[in-house]
């Protein structure tokens, strides 16, 4: 594995692992992704998008969430999969996957259902068999990657067949300028670590998806997400510079 790539994960683990454990908002000691309502289980919410609003989720699906941070979309699908479908949300941040545990506890005592299972693994080598998931989403977690082909080959090979991702993320309209590219919490709050709009579509292209198609495309704020001095000077180089997609693909 690439050093720059450890690197790279190590620094976004630190990044959600204090917000996992503060339960705070994304600007406060750190930056991350996305605004943090609270949802039924009082799980943090750091998404970009509603994969599960697009997604046709049937009963007796098993569904693999992708970055699945407190649970939160993984929440919503497991009532739709009904008691004899999945739903495994797979997370990095050892934080963050102890949050989503204790959510579970609430979840399962409060809707008696017991199909929803969180593994600790990396997106670009998720901890599932191939051809395991009937559906895969994500939410603001693939920008994060530092090796986006890869978590979609993954996805991939996690997927059946027929099977269907629907991942919501952010994605670059223009270069940014180079000190923001490598602007550690700007690359934290799901900006300066996205790929350009077309680079994210060929990347899914490549790993041999079908079929693929927007759902959803709206401006991102990205500049002076949290008060951060870099980010809050580069306001106007940050204007209109982001989107949060939601993309389709089949396998
Ligand atoms: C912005 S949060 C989104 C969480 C969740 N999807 C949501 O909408 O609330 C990003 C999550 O992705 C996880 N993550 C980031 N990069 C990852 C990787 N390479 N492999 C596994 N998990 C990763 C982080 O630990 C964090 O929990």
Do not use: W
Not at 75 to 97: H, N, Y
Not at 144 to 154: G, I, N, Q
Not at 194 to 206: E, M, N, S, T, V
């Amino acid at each position: 594995m690439k050093v720059h790539h450890t690197k790279t994960r190590s620094m976004v683990r630190k990044a959600y692992a204090t917000v996992a454990t503060k339960a705070v908002s994304c600007c406060s000691g750190s930056s991350c992704c996305g605004p943090a309502p609270a949802a039924s289980e009082g799980e943090l919410g750091l998404s970009c998008g509603n994969p599960v609003g697009f997604s046709k989720i049937k009963k007796g699906m098993t569904v693999l969430d992708l970055g699945s941070g407190a649970g939160k979309d993984v929440f919503i699908a497991a009532p739709l999969a009904g008691p004899k479908g999945r739903v495994i949300g797979v997370d990095m941040t050892p934080e963050m996957l102890k949050l989503a545990k204790d959510n579970l506890l609430k979840f399962s005592k409060r809707t008696g259902l017991q199909n929803v299972e969180f593994r600790k693994g990396l997106i670009e080598e998720l901890p599932v068999k191939d051809c395991e998931a009937d559906l895969i989403i994500s939410n603001c977690v693939v920008n994060l990657s530092p090796d986006k082909p890869a978590v979609f080959r993954e996805a991939f090979r996690a997927l059946k067949p027929g099977g269907v991702m629907v991942v919501s993320d952010i994605v670059l309209n223009r270069e940014l300028p180079p000190a923001l590219k490598k602007h550690a919490g700007l690359y934290a709050a799901c900006v300066a670590g996205a790929l350009q709009r077309k680079d994210y579509l060929g990347a899914i292209k490549a790993a041999g998806f079908k079929g693929i198609k927007l759902l959803a495309d709206k401006a991102y704020r990205a500049g002076g997400t949290c008060s951060d001095p870099i980010t809050d000077k580069a306001g106007k180089a940050l204007d209109g510079a982001a989107s949060s997609i939601t993309v389709y693909a089949r396998k």
